[in-house]
C-alpha cells in the first residue's frame, strides 16, 4: 500500500510564475490536508478537503493561493505569481477518516525555492 | 485562539532518557499527537493521547494531562537515530485539523 505521494518533491519558480504542487493520498483516504513549514519553524494547517469538497482553508493566505480536489485525480496546491516568501517545505497529509486518532498520514513534502 | 509550546532545542547523551514537555491553550480539544521528522523528510507517527495518562509504545511514551493542557514525550535508551525533530500536534473538535508546535529538535550526542 503506497503511501501519501507529492510531486515534484523539489521546485524552483522565478517571481511572479505559478506554482502547482501535486497530492495523491493513501489508497482509501478520501481527506486531504495541506501544511507548509517555513525554514526552522514548525508545520502550519492551510487547508482540508475531501472529494470535490474545501472543508476548512482557514489557514489559507486569501490571495494567490488555491487548492482543490477533483474527483478522479491528485490533490492540487496552486500558488499564483509566487513571491520570495511562499519559499517553503509544503506537506500533504491524508487520513481515513476524521474524529479520535485518525492519524494523518504525511507525505514527502514539497521543497518549493522562489528566486 | 491556538497556543502549543515546546523546547526549540534539546541535547541528550546516547543510552540515557530524554522528556520533551509540550503546553497547550487551544479553542478546542480532540486529542493530542507526537511526530517525529528526521532533515528534509515527512513527519511519522509516535502516538496519540486523547485521555489522561500514559501511553507506552516501546522505548517511547506519551503523557497526557488535560486539566492541566500539558503532553510530554519520554524516549529511553535515546539511539543515534533518535536525532530528529519531535513536533507536538493538537486535533480540533471537528478531528480535522491539526495544529503544530514549532518542535524539538532533539541531538543525541555519543
Known amino acids: 500500500n503506497a503511501g501519501v505521494m507529492q510531486n515534484p518533491r523539489h521546485l524552483v519558480r522565478r517571481r511572479g510564475q505559478e506554482a502547482r504542487l501535486r497530492c495523491s493520498p493513501m489508497k482509501g483516504h478520501s481527506h486531504v490536508y495541506w501544511y507548509r513549514q517555513l525554514p526552522e519553524e514548525g508545520l502550519k494547517f492551510m487547508v482540508y478537503l475531501q472529494k470535490e469538497n474545501i472543508i476548512d482553508e482557514s489557514g489559507m493566505p486569501k490571495e494567490r493561493f488555491s487548492a482543490e480536489f477533483p474527483k478522479e485525480g491528485p490533490s492540487i496546491l496552486r500558488i499564483q505569481q509566487v513571491v520570495r516568501g511562499d519559499s517553503a517545505a509544503y506537506f500533504c497529509?491524508?487520513?481515513?477518516?476524521?474524529?479520535?486518532?485518525?492519524?494523518?498520514?504525511f507525505g514527502p513534502g514539497t521543497r518549493l525555492t522562489v528566486l | 485562539g491556538q497556543n502549543i509550546d515546546q523546547p526549540t532545542e534539546m541535547t541528550a547523551t546516547e543510552g540515557a532518557i530524554v522528556q520533551i514537555n509540550c503546553t497547550y491553550q487551544?479553542?478546542?480539544?480532540?486529542?493530542l499527537f507526537w511526530y517525529q521528522q528526521h532533515a528534509g523528510e515527512a513527519p511519522t507517527f509516535l502516538s496519540y493521547n486523547v485521555l489522561d495518562g500514559l501511553e507506552e509504545k516501546g522505548r517511547f511514551s506519551s503523557f497526557l494531562s488535560r486539566s492541566k493542557g500539558y503532553s510530554y514525550l519520554l524516549l529511553k535508551e535515546l539511539q543515534m537515530k533518535d536525532s530528529a525533530s519531535y513536533l507536538c500536534a493538537v486535533v480540533n473538535n471537528a478531528g480535522n485539523m491539526l495544529t503544530f508546535g514549532g518542535g524539538t529538535r532533539l541531538m543525541v550526542k555519543p
Open positions: 487551544t479553542s478546542g480539544f480532540n486529542g
Open positions: 497529509a491524508s487520513s481515513p477518516g476524521t474524529g479520535n486518532g485518525n492519524e494523518q498520514f
